[in-house]
């Protein structure tokens, strides 16, 4: 390492995607990074405890992809080696939302199927590779340790096969999920909590591989097919793979879950709003378990907001903030949470101090907050849409809500405002782009066009005793009415 360090030792908790992609950060800025994970790293891509939802049916979003590629530029991003295969999410993806088709478009950004475990390990390859860090597998954190004079972290107690031990270090990131303890560790220290903001969703996924037959050769490269918020709680989702085979994922919100046998599997695809993934099953044959997790709500636990946070403590990825993983949202902002971190550390090291003299994370934890709450309102403002979320919808959401359906009501017919709504759906950009003058031009024109052709479907309304109905009249091209 040719510049100035500026901490001796890092340690990670948690060696999935966010202490992976932190662990890469850290070590352009630290003399040692240890990554400490509760299981045993295996050598090829499988399951374990620690991330049962690995197996699930992932993808990633291009402006995640797009800082794997800045941290790992020797990784492939198309290849079956890192678990990712892209896909123009407006040309090769048949999307099926907000109650219509998709028009096909050019998007030049992409939504890449991930094989979750693989990517993992791909990641991890090259992470292992680094000179200056270490993965120690088998290593529980069960606390913090912590000057309390000085208000900083000194390390974390660990649990292992020989025992309890300790590990020093000057930085302490947790990584370690939606099942992070860290709230706990703080109280134990008499530190604040974080507050918490949860929706509930009682969601459930399963997901499972198929073999398409020969004959069967899907045009798309993904189809999705989306819920009808109060009306069809019930979601589902196909890549294409390799071999002709076909991952499918079916779920459902507030306990409509899809089965995980093969014949409940298949009729519960049936009351999709659209029948074609249903169809296609007809002929597929499960060559998978059908596996299923479950996710009760999205969590978001502010550190943002915490003034006592221990110096030299960072949390991130889904510690922080959890989402309905139907928007595919937490692995692109876990990435983004560690290029936050990048950015504070790079500022740190340019201004020549190191971390003992000062202190970085709660501007770091602000920058996370900010980043999460994008992801936030976008799962939450749809989330509320269902009748049986409890949550406040405020006038901020109801307006989004409605603005939302209005700007998707336009894209079913408009290809360059479905284009930006893929670039905002694959976090390229801000939701704030849906409110440019040209969108809103576009709705106008939208909202014009209907008026004129509901006009020229005018109904005459011929009143039958105490009912009324409705006889709608068309204008054929000559110009005849009937
Ligand atoms: C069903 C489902 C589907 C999803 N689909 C998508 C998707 O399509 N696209 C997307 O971008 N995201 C998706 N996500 C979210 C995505 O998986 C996470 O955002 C991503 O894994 C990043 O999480 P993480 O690294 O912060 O935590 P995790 O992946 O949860 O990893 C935490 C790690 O910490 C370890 N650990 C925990 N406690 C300790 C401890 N005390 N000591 C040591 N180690 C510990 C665990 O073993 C684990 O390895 C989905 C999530 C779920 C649940």
Known sequence: MTTQTVANHAVIIGGSIGGLLTARVLSDYVERVTIVEKDLFSAEPVRRKGTPHAAQFHNLHQAGADIVRDLFPEMPLDSAESGLIPSDVGAEIHAFMYGGWLPKVHVGSNLFWCDRLRFEWALRQRVAALPNVELRGGVTVR?????????????????????????????VVDASGRGSRLPQWLNSLD????????????????SATFQLPEQTQPKWAAMVIGTRPGTNNKMGGVYRLPNNQIKVLLAGWFGDHPPTDEAGFVAFSQQLAQPDLYHLLQDATPISPFLRHKLPSNRWRHYEKLRD??????????AVCSFNPSYGQGMTITAMHAMALDKALRRLQRSGH???????????????GKISQTAWMNATTEDLRYPEAEGT??????????????VMATAHQNKAITKLFYEVMTLRRLPAALFSPTVLWAMLQHRLRERISAASTQSIEKPVGRKRILFPTFKSSDGETF
């Open 143 to 171: 606390g913090l340790r912590y000057d309390k004079l000085a208000q900083r972290m000194t390390g974390i107690e660990v649990k292992t096969d020989e025992g309890m031990g300790e590990i020093s270090a000057e930085i």
């Open 309 to 318: 946070l221990p110096h030299g403590l960072f949390v991130l990825g889904d």
């Open 393 to 406: 919808r405020s006038l901020p959401v109801r307006f989004m809500q409605t603005y939302l359906s209005e």
């Open 191 to 206: 530190l604040s909590q974080p507050a918490e903001s949860e929706l509930h969703i009682n969601m459930s996924d399963v």
């Open 354 to 368: 190191t971390i003992m003299a000062r202190p970085i994370n709660r501007r770091f934890q602000k920058a996370a």
